[in-house]
């Protein structure tokens, strides 16, 4: 199956738009494991077997992994959830952005060496930054469009006074993803949950186009508001949360407590959605 045939079959499979991602920090696991940097997969591997049939998707983020030189470790996590929860498609979060050789290498390295459904991408570069992900036939893409963070505003606010009608930069790329950079049928758009009203508008845009949306939970966005906004247009919504679930607690109910927590952000989510209906 395709990224979004795998995505819309574990949203309706879970009853779910929760993805949980994985983030890893040795220094805030559970004191039976904190501070061991090799008990990463382990921690990992816990926490997507409490949660599997709760998600839509999961979501490594590779600088967790990476930053301890545990990229061994998140191979052998992709297996994992492979072999756990085939059904949920997991989205390397990468966040790459490069042209040519050093793109194709980084689509290798996603979609080849760590098997993932799906990837991040920055796109400032331009589409010829994201065609070597393209040629995977049936792999996602989801391209940085509107974060959250206060320094999103230095150049995705801004208006692009050469286009017709003076569109806002995120909002030029919702309309490049929606349109003519979407050859494979599979990119998706990254979307802060904190301005639900920008979200709003990315979906006036790119009304079929899947988002990520992360921000609720830990962050704060609100629930209803963000639910109410990404429902516009009808595309695929995934909403992540990551600190809330992984850190829901310090004992060894680790891995319960996380369950609880995606079982009831999961919960809230869809009472959102029927608040919209």
């Known amino acids: 199956m395709t990224f979004l045939d795998m995505l819309r079959d574990a949203s309706t499979r879970n009853n779910s738009m929760l993805c949980v991602g994985l983030d890893p920090e040795p220094t805030k696991f559970p004191a039976a494991l904190r501070g061991d940097a090799t008990k990463i997969y382990d921690f990992c591997a816990a926490i997507v077997d409490a949660t599997a049939d709760l998600v839509n998707s999961f979501k490594p983020q590779i600088a967790y992994f990476a930053a301890h030189g545990a990229e061994d470790q998140l191979e052998k996590l992709m297996a994992h959830m492979r072999k756990v929860a085939p059904h949920v498609p997991v989205i390397l979060d990468a966040k790459r952005g490069d042209i040519g050789s050093t793109a194709e290498q980084y689509a290798k390295e996603a979609f080849e060496r760590y098997g993932a459904d799906a990837v991040t991408l920055s796109p400032f570069m331009g589409f010829d930054s994201i065609t070597p992900y393209l040629k995977y036939e049936g ?8 974060t959250s963070n206060p320094g999103g505003d230095d150049l995705q606010a801004q208006t692009l006074a050469d286009i017709p009608g003076q569109p806002r930069m995120f909002e030029h790329v919702a309309k490049l993803a929606q349109g003519p950079w979407n050859t494979n049928g599979q990119l998706g758009l990254v979307v802060g949950a904190t301005r639900p009203h920008e979200i709003e508008r990315v979906r006036a845009v790119a009304p079929t186009l899947p988002l990520l949306i992360p ?63």
């Open 139 to 146: 792999k996602g893409a989801f391209l940085l469009c509107r």
């Open 215 to 277: 921000g609720v939970g830990a962050q704060g966005g609100d629930a209803v508001a963000t639910v109410k906004a990404a429902r516009i247009g009808g595309g695929p919504i995934i909403i992540n949360s990551s600190r809330a679930v992984l850190y829901a607690s310090q004992g060894e109910d680790f891995a319960a407590a996380a369950r609880q927590a995606a079982m009831e952000t999961r919960d809230t989510l869809n009472r959102a959605a029927a608040l919209c209906d």
